[in-house]
């Protein structure tokens, strides 16, 4: 029995080690300032800093990879959770939207805030500057809610 725990106990470490060589793509695309989010809407500096601390990361080009992004198999897990964000939704290409879906997007944001479905309860447990402070869902809903107006209104020329 012991023997057997034993082998056992190796071969899950040389998997583990075996898997090291396997790594992510952590490089960032490049951003460029007239797709982004700051070029279709006005984000004033207090929306700024809420979704630098809890959105960007998943929801942006300029993804700061966390330490545990090097170990694997949880560098797949957090790339896989990066690149589907980025597919629902992109600041960095916002402005390359359509009318309706930056409207949609913006409402769907102010969705998720209330609902505490975003940011994501496994990216607060390590993340704990992320979590939305009192007030600050309230803040992106009342942004979002003006961002949608304003867009309509200017016809999305900005």
């Known amino acids: ?8 106990l190796i071969v899950l470490v040389a998997a583990f080690a ?3 060589f396997f790594r992510i793509d952590k490089t960032n695309p490049a951003v460029n300032a ?6 279709a809407v006005e984000v004033p500096p207090d929306i ?3 979704l630098g601390r809890s959105c960007n990361d998943c929801h942006s080009n300029t993804t700061i990879y966390p330490w545990y992004a090097n170990i694997q198999p949880s560098g797949w897990y957090v790339k896989d959770h990066i690149d589907d964000g980025r597919r629902h939704l992109n600041f960095s290409t ?4 359509s009318l309706s879906k930056k409207q ?5 944001i102010c969705e998720q805030v209330q ?3 975003m940011p994501l309860p496994a990216y607060l447990w390590v993340h704990r500057d992320a ?3 009192p007030g600050e869902a309230e803040a992106l809903c009342q942004w979002s809610n003006t961002s949608i107006a304003m867009l309509e209104r200017a016809g999305d020329t900005k």
Do not use: C, H, P, W
Request: aromatic share 6%; hydrophobic share 45%; net charge positive.
């Open 104 to 108: 949609k997007k913006l409402a769907e």
């Open 18 to 20: 075996v898997l090291q």
């Open 115 to 117: 609902s505490k479905d």
């Open 1 to 8: 029995m012991k023997k057997a725990l034993k082998i056992t």
């Open 34 to 39: 007239a797709e982004t989010l700051g070029a």
């Open 131 to 133: 979590v939305m402070r």
């Open 94 to 97: 916002f402005n390359t939207y």
């Open 48 to 50: 700024q800093i809420i």
